[in-house]
C-alpha cells in the first residue's frame, strides 16, 4: 500500500524549487506509476493523480506550461515529459492529459524545439502516439502539422533510434486510420519534396519487425486515396512487393498481399 502524497504541497514544489529538486520529485511521481504493478494498483494510482488534478489538467492551476514550455529549464521538461509519457499508458491517465487545453500544443512544441532525437522528444512522441487513440486528439495533431513533421522526419531514418522511429511509424498508423488524415498525408506528398511511397516502400524492408508491421498498415491505410495508388502503379509498386514477397517470412508476405489488393480498388477510401 502506497502513502498518501500532500498534492497542494507536491504542486507548489514544483512551481518554485531548484531545477535539480523539481526532477526529483518529476521522478519519484513516475516510479509512483511505473513501479507499481499492472492492473488495480496502477490504475488507482492514477486515480489519485486524477482526482488531485497532479498537473492542473482539469482546469486548476497549470503545471505543464512552466515544466514543459518554452521557458523549462531543459532537464526538468525531459523529466517532466517522461513522466507524461507514463501517465499516457493508462486509459484514464490520457483522458486527463486531454481534458488539458495546451498539453498536445506543448508534445507539439517540443517536438519541433528539441534539437534531434533527444530523450525529451523521444518522451513526447511516445506520449503523442498514445494520446493519437483518441479521435479529438488526432483531430487536433493533424490542424497542428504533425503528419507532415512525421513525413520529413522519417526521410532521415539514420538520425532516428529504435524508439523514434517506431513510435514516429505508430503514430503514422494511427493518424492514416481516418480518412481525414489519409487526405493530410495525400496533401503533405503533393509538394513534391515529400514521396511518401517511396518513403514507406523502403522501410517495408528494415529489419525491426515493429517497424515493418506499422509500415505495413499505413501503406495499406494511404493506398486508399486514388491518387496514391495512382503513383504506386506508375512506380511500379505491384512489382517492387511482388519481389519482396518471395524474399520475406510467410507473415510478412500476406501482409504485402493485402497491400497488392488494395492497389487494385478503384474508389476513394
Known amino acids: 500500500m502506497l502513502a498518501p502524497l500532500d498534492y497542494p504541497l507536491i504542486q507548489r514544489d514544483l512551481l518554485s524549487l531548484a531545477p535539480a529538486h523539481k526532477c526529483a520529485i518529476l521522478q519519484a511521481l513516475r516510479w509512483r506509476v511505473s513501479h507499481s504493478e499492472i492492473g488495480m494498483p496502477r490504475r488507482m494510482v492514477m486515480e489519485a493523480f486524477v482526482q488531485h488534478d497532479l498537473l492542473g489538467c482539469k482546469g486548476g492551476k497549470d503545471l505543464l506550461d512552466p515544466l514543459m514550455g518554452k521557458r523549462a529549464d531543459p532537464l526538468v521538461r525531459e523529466y517532466a515529459t517522461r513522466l507524461v509519457n507514463s501517465i499516457s499508458?493508462?486509459?484514464s491517465g490520457r483522458s486527463y492529459l486531454l481534458s488539458s487545453n495546451n498539453?498536445?500544443?506543448l508534445l507539439w512544441f517540443i517536438l519541433k524545439d528539441e534539437p534531434g532525437d533527444t530523450v525529451t522528444r523521444q518522451q513526447a512522441l511516445?506520449?503523442?502516439?498514445?494520446?493519437s487513440l483518441r479521435r479529438s486528439a488526432q483531430d487536433k495533431m493533424m490542424q497542428l502539422g504533425i503528419v507532415k513533421w512525421l513525413l520529413e522526419t522519417l526521410q532521415d531514418i539514420d538520425s532516428l533510434g529504435k524508439y523514434s522511429l517506431e513510435y514516429a511509424l505508430a503514430l503514422l498508423l494511427n493518424l492514416s486510420l481516418r480518412a481525414v488524415g489519409r487526405e493530410y498525408i495525400e496533401s503533405a506528398g503533393m509538394?513534391?519534396?515529400?514521396?511518401v511511397l517511396d518513403l514507406l516502400c523502403g522501410l517495408l524492408k528494415h529489419e525491426s519487425q515493429q517497424v515493418r508491421f506499422y509500415t505495413?498498415?499505413?501503406?495499406?491505410?494511404?493506398l486508399g486515396r486514388a491518387r496514391l495508388r495512382d503513383e504506386a502503379r506508375s512506380m511500379n509498386l505491384e512489382g517492387r512487393l511482388n519481389k519482396l514477397a518471395n524474399e520475406t517470412d510467410e507473415e510478412t508476405a500476406n501482409q504485402l498481399g493485402y497491400i497488392m489488393k488494395q492497389l487494385g480498388r478503384?474508389?476513394?477510401a
Do not use: R, T
Not at 509538394?191 to 514521396?195: E, F, R, S
Not at 505495413?216 to 494511404?222: D, K
Open 216 to 222: 505495413n498498415g499505413a501503406l495499406y491505410m494511404v
Open 89 to 91: 499508458f493508462e486509459f
Open 266 to 268: 478503384d474508389d476513394d
Open 191 to 195: 509538394g513534391g519534396h515529400l514521396d
Open 103 to 105: 498539453a498536445i500544443q
Open 126 to 131: 511516445g506520449a503523442l502516439q498514445k494520446l
